[in-house]
């Protein structure tokens, strides 16, 4: 059985998988290839009072290749960026660009998890995985890792494959 909800002005690419539990209100646009986790929760209306109806909603865009992770909360008028994804649980509170990665509360102090070397030095994903694994406070030490397979990568005893 499932259970989800689609109102009337939203729009659905293409390939798009929308788990139970998630309701999809009024000015909602999800692209093509997008993954909608279970519960998910989306929003449409930033200051919502009883008997007070906005006359319309702020659009909330979901981009091609995105991935909403189960019970994430995505606030009204904002747009998840090309492939970013929105990990199990998180609040996100602002926009996420491409290529973003966020967990828990991802508001003004997200990051965008990718390196901005990645084109020229190929970095490992380990600092990614460790800041994934043990959360914001062990990030002094994903950032010591991550200069670690710097210092190895250009030294050339770290090569990467591909």
């Keep these: ?23 999809l209100w009024d000015g909602i646009d999800v692209e093509d290839d997008v993954f909608i986790g279970p519960n998910a929760t989306f929003t449409n209306d930033p200051f919502p009072r009883s008997k007070q ?16 992770g189960a019970n994430a909360t995505i606030l009204p008028g904002l747009t998840i960026g090309e492939r970013s994804m929105a990990g199990a649980g998180a609040v996100v509170t602002h926009d996420l660009p491409a290529d973003a990665i966020v967990f828990r509360r991802a508001g003004p102090f997200s990051k965008k998890l990718k390196y901005s070397f990645d084109s020229i030095f190929n970095f490992t994903d380990l600092p990614i995985q460790w800041l994934l694994v043990t959360g914001f406070g062990s990030s002094a030490l994903a950032i010591v890792l991550g200069l670690v397979v710097l210092w190895g990568r250009l030294r050339g005893s770290i090569q990467i494959a591909g």
């Design 1 to 23: 059985m499932r259970s989800h909800f689609i109102e009337n002005d939203v729009t659905i690419g293409d390939r798009v998988a929308v788990k139970c539990g998630v309701q």
């Design 53 to 68: 109806h906005q006359d319309k909603p702020p659009r909330t865009r979901i981009r091609k290749g995105a991935s909403i």
